[in-house]
Antibody, heavy 118, light 107 residues
Framework: QLQLQESGPGLVKPSETLSLTCTVS??????????WGWIRQPPGKGLEWIGS???????YYNPSLKSRVTISVDTSKNQFSLKLSSVTAADTAVYYC??????????WGQGTLVTVSS | EIVLTQSPDFQSVTPKEKVTITCRAS??????LHWYQQKPDQSPKLLIK???QSISGVPSRFSGSGSGTDFTLTINSLEAEDAAAYYC?????????FGGGTKVEIK
């Protein structure tokens, strides 16, 4: 059974780059059975898809964030990563990683709160 | 971008009541609509996939219906543990989008 765990700094300064890693266990990140996604949730608000990466390496980003987002995969570590540049307070959120097998995102990682503040 | 509009935003319900949450898409998405439950301080959990397909381990009181632009999540005989926010999500086209959420409170 797949399990995912997000990790990374909980505090990032404005204008800097947010970097998070999602470690996958219980399955291979190279499997064609899944694709992998990042989703975020500002405090007290709803869910926003950031982007996804396929086993082939193809990436798809939310146009609202596309100019600032990079998602990549490290197959040797069974991890995938998120980089979001030029962050502002509006990027403060809980960041989740999750796979899609068939249908929706399932299961989700526990999430990690990233606060953008000087 | 496909916009998903959920209603109501908030619902206060007594145990054993039936709860109905709707999700309307701004254009047809076939059956590519999924429902999640998010309890306080927890990650979202997939409840229903492809509009009406059940998920292993999810209680049978949760069901989904609809296609095209109009979808419904039904909770039959609400239990106290069902207090949560519920979100719909479409995977028909990019960018993937979510509804604004419906908070269900237990009276």
């Amino acid at each position: 059974q797949l399990q995912l765990q997000e990790s990374g700094p909980g505090l990032v300064k404005p204008s800097e780059t947010l970097s998070l890693t999602c470690t996958v266990s219980g399955g291979s990140i190279s499997s064609s059975s899944y694709y992998w996604g990042w989703i975020r949730q500002p405090p007290g608000k709803g869910l926003e898809w950031i982007g996804s990466i396929y086993y082939s390496g193809s990436t798809y980003y939310n146009p609202s964030l596309k100019s600032r987002v990079t998602i990549s995969v490290d197959t040797s570590k069974n991890q995938f990563s998120l980089k979001l540049s030029s962050v502002t307070a509006a990027d403060t959120a809980v960041y989740y990683c999750a796979p899609v097998v068939v249908g929706g995102f399932d299961p989700w990682g526990q999430g990690t709160l990233v606060t953008v503040s000087s | 971008e496909i916009v998903l509009t959920q209603s109501p935003d908030f619902q206060s319900v007594t145990p054993k009541e039936k709860v109905t949450i709707t999700c309307r898409a701004s254009q047809s998405i076939g059956s590519s609509l999924h429902w999640y439950q998010q309890k306080p301080d927890q990650s979202p959990k997939l409840l229903i996939k492809y509009a009406s397909q059940s998920i292993s381990g999810v209680p049978s009181r949760f069901s989904g219906s609809g296609s095209g632009t109009d979808f419904t999540l039904t909770i039959n005989s609400l239990e106290a543990e069902d207090a949560a926010a519920y979100y719909c999500h479409q995977s028909s086209s990019l960018p993937l989008t979510f509804g604004g959420g419906t908070k269900v409170e237990i009276k």
